[in-house]
C-alpha cells in the first residue's frame, strides 16, 4: 500500500511540471539577483577589508609611522591615493581617504597646531564603516603619540614594544550564545543568499502538497482511498516523501548554482570545502520542518486557492521574519529574538554554522533537533485533524 | 482509524461466493445519522433490508440523503444511532466487503488508466500476479483496454465513468454501489455498463444503484427504495412498488396551473404545477365527464396517461413534488 503511493506521488510530481519549474528556477532566480545586486553591501559587513587609500604629503618619520600603523589594521586595506582622488571618492571607490598634511609631526610638539590630517569619506560609506575607520585611525594616531613621547622621554628602544604599552591585552572579549542563538558574524552575499532561498524554496512545497490534497478531498479520492483501508500515516507519508526527495534536489541545485554559477556572473563564489554531512544532515531536518508545515496548510485548506493563498502568504511572512530576506545580523536585537519564531531562521542559522563557522553535523544538532520536532508536531497534527474531520 | 481498519480487515474475510442462510446480506436497522452542526437529520429512522444478490434501487431527490446513506453502508460516516450488519458484521471503514464506485471521477487525470488502477490495486493490497490479473480484468470489463495508456485526463466523460467504475471493481467486492454510475455518460457508454453491472449482479455480487434517471432504474433494478429528506419512504420489489393492488393511475396534463376550487371538485392531486394525478382511477366510463369538466374551468387538456405505475408517479405521489425539483 505505501509503496503504491509513493510511485503514485513520484509519478503526480514528476508530470506537475508548474510546480517543479516554481521549486528549481524560483530559487535560483533569487539566489543570482540577490547575491549579484548585495555583493559589495555584504562585503563591506563581513570579513573583506574596507578599501582606502592614503596621501602623505609629509617625509615625517612619524607620517611613515602612521601609515604603517594603518597598514597592520586587518580590517583596512590601504593603497597609495591616484592623483584624481577626489573625483573617484565621489563615485564611490575608494570608501575613503586619509590625507596626512605636510607638517604632520608638528602636531606632536606644538599643541596649538591646526589639523594635520584629514579623513575623507565617500558618498556610500555607512555609518558603522565609519566609526570603523575611524577608530582604527584613532587608535593608530595613540600609537604614533605613544612612540613620540617614549622617545621624548628616552624611554624608547628597539626592544620596546609598543602594542604592549598600550595594554590593550587588559580588554578581554566575549560573546555569549545559547545552542541555536543567532550570531552577527557576517557572511558574504552568496553565503547568505544560497542557503536563505535554498530555504524558502523549500518550504515553499506547501502549495504543490496542499493543492494535490485539496483536489483529492473534492474529487472524493480521498474518500475512495479510506473506504479501502489506507491509513493516515501511509497516506501522509506516501505524499510528502517524494518532496522530502525534491529538497534534496534543490539543496544539490543550490550548491552548484553557488559555487559555480554565480561566480561565472561576477559574484564570490559559495566555498564547497564544507562538512557535507553536516549540509546534508541541516538539509533533510529543514525538510521535515518544510513537510510537517505543508501537511498542516493541506489538511486545514478547502481549496486550491486557499492552499495557493495561505502557503504563499505564511512563506513569504516565516521567510521575512526568519532573515530569508534581511538578514538577521542587520536586525536589532528585539527582531533577532522574534525571528527565532519562524523555522526558517533555525535552519539559515544551521547552515551558516556550516558555510560560514565550518561546522560540521555535531555543530547543528541543536537546529536540526528543533526543526525535526517542530515538523513531527505539525504532521502529528495535521493527521489527528485528518482522521476527525468529516470528509 | 487505522485500528478501526485493522479490526475490519481481520472480521470481514468475505469473498463473492460465500453463501449464507440469511438471504438478507444489508440489515439497516433504525438509522439515524446528523452532520456536524446540522440542525435536521440527514438519515431520520430508515430501516432498510437488501437480499444478497439483489439489484437494489435508490432513488431519491438532490439533498435526500442517499449519498449519506451509501457512506454509511461504506463506513465512511459513523451513524449517531442504529446499525448497519453486513452479512451480519457491523458496517466500518475498510471493510472488505463492500465497495462504492462514487459521483465523482475519485481517481488521478495525471495518470493514465493502467497507472491508476495500478495504484488502487496496491492500495487494496493486490501484489503480483494477482495485481496484474485483477488490473486486466477491470480494465477489460469496463473496456478501457484500447485507451488504458493514455492520461486519465484526456478521456471523454463516458471514459472517466468508465474509468471509475474499473476502480470500484479491481477486487470483486461481495456489495458494489454505484452512485450515479451514468450520470454525464454517452448512449454507447451508458449502456456499456448497464451491460455489466447486470453481468457482475449474475455472477452473485450484490449491487446498491442510485440514480435520477427512474427509467433506468425501473429497467435494471429488482428492487428498490425511495427516500425523501431523510426518511424511507417506500421499499419493495418493482412490482410491489409499481402495482399495488393491481390499480393504475390517471394523469392529465394541463396548458395552465389549475384553480384550488378546479382541484377540489375533481378530489385529485396535483403534481408539478400544471399535472392532474388520481393514484387510483377505475372509473374509466367516466372519464367524458372528468374532462368537461376541465375543459368548463377554462383549461386546455395537453395529455392524459393511464396506465401502470411508473417510478415517477410513485416519487411524484409520495412526496407531491418532481424528483427533480
Known sequence: ???????????????????????????????????????????????????????????????????????????????????????????????FVLRIHERFAQAFTDTTSTVQLTLYFAPNAGSRERLLIQAAVKRALARVNLQVFLADMGMLDDDTNISDLMREDVLAVEHLNRPGDITNEAPTAVQQNVPAWLIFAMYFIVIPIATTF????????????????????????????????????????????????VPLLGGQALNLDVSLSGLLVMTLAISVSALGFAALVATLVRTPEQATIVGGTSNIILGAIGGIMVPTFIMPPVMQTVARVSPMSWGLEGYLDILLRGGDWRSIYWEAGVLIAFGLAMLSIAIVVFTKKRE | ?????????????????????????????????????????????????????ALFGLLGPNGAGKTTLVSLIAGLCLPQAGRILIDGQTACLGQRAVAVVPQEYAFYGQLSAVENLAYFAGVLGLTGAEKAQAIASASHAAGLNEVAQRRAETYSGGLKRRLNFAIGILRRPQVLILDEATANVDPQSRAFLLDTIRDLNREGVTIIYTSHLLDEVQQLCQSAAIIDVGRLLRQGTMQELLHPQEKTSLNIDLDQPPSSALLAQLQCKLQGRQRLHWPQWQALDELADLLATITSSGCKVQSIHYGSQSLENLFLSLTSRALRD
Request: proline share 3%; net charge negative; glycine share 6%.
Open chain 1, 1 to 95: 500500500m505505501f509503496l503504491a503511493s509513493l510511485i503514485k506521488e513520484l509519478q503526480l510530481v514528476g508530470r506537475d511540471l508548474h510546480a517543479l519549474l516554481v521549486l528549481f528556477a524560483m530559487p535560483v532566480v533569487f539566489v543570482l539577483i540577490m547575491s549579484l545586486a548585495l555583493q559589495e553591501d555584504y562585503s563591506n559587513r563581513g570579513g573583506v577589508k574596507l578599501a582606502g587609500w592614503y596621501l602623505n604629503e609629509s617625509s615625517d618619520d612619524e607620517a611613515h609611522q602612521l601609515q604603517d600603523n594603518l597598514m597592520s589594521v586587518p580590517q583596512l586595506q590601504l593603497s597609495v591615493a591616484a592623483d584624481d582622488w577626489r573625483a573617484q571618492l565621489m563615485d564611490g571607490k575608494p570608501l
Open chain 1, 214 to 261: 485539496v483536489q483529492e478531498r473534492q474529487q472524493k479520492t480521498l474518500s475512495r482511498l479510506k473506504m479501502m483501508g489506507i491509513s493516515a500515516w501511509s497516506l501522509y507519508g506516501a505524499k510528502l516523501l517524494p518532496y522530502m526527495l525534491l529538497n534534496l534536489l534543490q539543496l544539490a541545485l543550490m550548491l552548484m548554482v553557488g559555487a559555480y554559477l
Open chain 2, 1 to 53: 482509524m487505522k485500528s478501526l481498519t485493522g479490526m475490519c480487515a481481520a472480521l470481514a474475510r468475505i469473498d463473492v461466493t460465500s453463501s449464507s442462510a440469511n438471504p438478507i446480506l444489508i440489515d439497516i436497522q433504525q438509522l439515524n445519522y446528523q452532520y456536524p452542526r446540522a440542525e435536521q437529520l440527514a438519515i431520520d429512522s430508515v430501516s432498510l433490508q437488501i437480499e444478497r444478490g
